[in-house]
């Protein structure tokens, strides 16, 4: 008997093992590599088509750092309600409005060199269509990246390619790429809220301001891209929330 439990011990250990391996290694190693995949596909589309040839291309297809809805009240990915802003190229021309994307398709690359991260944006927040696919994920209702308003990301800061596990590391000035179809817009890092409610809804409004924390935020219209995650490492008790403003 006391033999029997003894295995029933180990056994247990070693599933449990298993579990954690899997959680911690194996998901992070799957969704990087489709992750690393998308963004290459997407570039190569974007590579031989000239701006505003098409809609975006389509996906083949624990705590999320996010917060419960978008506001209404914002403009959605691709809508013409916001005026455009300028690209960071500099160009005369402001960008051509982006088409619609569906749910779960991705549209942007997001690179932020301080962290050494190159990951896709997909549309939703969706654990299984967007984030445990190693994806970053798009508030839906917020705005489209160059363009007036706030456009909004959420992605895992711990398992599933954890594209958000150092965005702690973030300082003011960092500068945070988003690339697509319609062209590369260039954000720089101006606040960072290290800790907030997950039901700080503020934080993803076109005019973001903490509704928890109100000496944080923005109080006029600008272009703005946020960055929402869970802290601390390996919960989902609190949000991390980075923001930056369009450069000129």
Same mark, same amino acid.
């Given at each position: ?51 505003? #040839?098409? *809609? %975006? +291309? ?12 978008? !506001? /209404?009240? $914002? &403009? #959605?990915? *691709? %809508? +013409? ?12 021309? !402001? /960008?051509? $409005? &982006? #088409?619609?994307?569906? +749910? ?17 944006? #997909?549309?939703?927040? +969706? ?122």
């Amino acid at each position: 008997m006391l033999w029997f439990a003894a295995e029933t011990v180990v056994t247990c250990g070693v599933l449990i093992l298993l579990l954690v391996v899997h959680q911690l290694w194996w998901t992070n190693q799957q969704a990087r590599a489709e992750a690393g995949e998308r963004v290459a596909v997407l570039e190569r589309e974007w590579d031989i088509s000239p701006p505003g #040839a098409g *809609g %975006s +291309s389509g996906s083949s297809g624990d705590g999320v750092g996010t917060v419960p809805s978008a !506001p /209404p009240s $914002a &403009p #959605a990915a *691709g %809508s +013409s309600a916001a005026p455009p802003a300028r690209p960071s190229s500099g160009g005369a021309k !402001p /960008p051509p $409005a &982006p #088409a619609r994307t569906p +749910s779960g398709e991705t549209f942007a690359v997001l690179r932020i060199p301080r962290i050494g991260l190159t990951v896709p944006v #997909a549309q939703g927040i +969706s654990k299984s269509k967007v984030l445990d696919k190693g994806y970053v994920g798009h508030y839906p209702g917020t705005a489209a990246p160059g363009r007036v308003g706030n456009v909004a990301l959420a992605g895992h800061r711990n398992t599933h390619g954890e594209p958000f596990r150092y965005v702690n590391r973030l300082r003011k000035g960092d500068e945070i790429t988003l690339r697509t179809r319609e062209g590369t817009f260039t954000y720089r890092v101006d606040q960072i809220l290290p800790v907030t409610s997950p039901r700080d809804t503020g934080v993803i409004q076109p005019v973001p301001r903490s509704i928890v924390k109100p000496s944080y935020g923005y109080s006029r219209a600008g272009s703005y891209l946020t960055l929402t995650t869970c802290t601390p490492e390996f919960t989902s008790r609190y949000r991390l929330i980075v923001w930056a403003t369009l450069r000129r």
